[in-house]
T-cell receptor, first 118, second 117 residues
Framework: AQSVTQPDIHITVSEGASLELRCNYSYGATPYLFWYVQSPGQGLQLLLKYFSGDTLVQGIKGFEAEFKRSQSSFNLRKPSVHWSDAAEYFCAVGLANAGGTSYGKLTFGQGTILTVHP | DAGVIQSPRHEVTEMGQEVTLRCKPISGHNSLFWYRQTMMRGLELLIYFNNNVPIDDSGMPEDRFSAKMPNASFSTLKIQPSEPRDSAVYFC???????????????FGEGSRLTVL
């Protein structure tokens, strides 16, 4: 079965510091990978996605992620964190059903809560 | 354009009562998903529809839960009877799915926070 693991439940960084959030997946085929962000009381918003091609993908708000097939990882990075980045971050893998048809079904990791100190 | 619209935003009810959550997907989107979020279990996919047809309801926890999508612009998630363990935030999301190929981006509503006393 497909699964997504985010090893870090909670990360605290200082404003201006660099950030890396870890994500590992278990999936038999080439995965479709996503990072979403959730601010308190809000729904999830897409930061970036990887389907194929260049393994380094750029997203909104200055985030990027790198797909490493050998490590089954899709870590999220940002060179300099802003206080407004404090939120919960979810990694997700896109699935296809048994017939090979993708309806956009995603499995999410448990999330990583990011706290930013001034 | 309006995003995914969910109602109510907050619902407090007593155990045994019927709860109906509503969702209006983004116009033109043909896939709709219901997720449940709790501290203990994170985000769980309950059911999803494609072109108004339920594709996979294996995530629906019990027969007390049911979901319908009578047309492309409306879906409901019903819990009857409700129990305290159903307390959670329920999210609706929609996307454009072309069938075979890459999945579309999920657009989430702001969620319905349900508290069952």
């Amino acid at each position: 079965a497909q699964s997504v693991t985010q090893p870090d439940i909670h990360i605290t960084v200082s404003e201006g510091a660099s950030l890396e959030l870890r994500c590992n997946y278990s999936y038999g085929a080439t995965p479709y990978l996503f990072w979403y962000v959730q601010s308190p009381g809000q729904g999830l918003q897409l930061l970036l996605k990887y389907f194929s091609g260049d393994t380094l993908v750029q997203g909104i708000k200055g985030f990027e992620a790198e797909f490493k097939r050998s490590q089954s990882s899709f870590n999220l990075r940002k060179p300099s964190v802003h206080w407004s980045d404090a939120a919960e971050y979810f990694c997700a893998v896109g699935l296809a059903n048994a017939g090979g048809t993708s309806y956009g079904k995603l499995t999410f990791g448990q999330g990583t809560i990011l706290t930013v100190h001034p | 354009d309006a995003g995914v619209i969910q109602s109510p935003r907050h619902e407090v009810t007593e155990m045994g009562q019927e709860v109906t959550l509503r969702c209006k997907p983004i116009s033109g989107h043909n896939s709709l998903f219901w997720y449940r979020q709790t501290m203990m279990r994170g985000l769980e996919l309950l059911i999803y529809f494609n072109n108004n047809v339920p594709i996979d309801d294996s995530g629906m926890p019990e027969d007390r839960f049911s979901a319908k999508m009578p047309n492309a612009s409306f879906s409901t998630l019903k819990i009857q009877p409700s129990e305290p363990r159903d307390s959670a935030v329920y999210f609706c999301a929609s996307s454009v799915s072309a069938g075979r190929g890459t999945p579309g981006e999920l657009f989430f509503g702001e969620g319905s926070r349900l508290t069952v006393l």
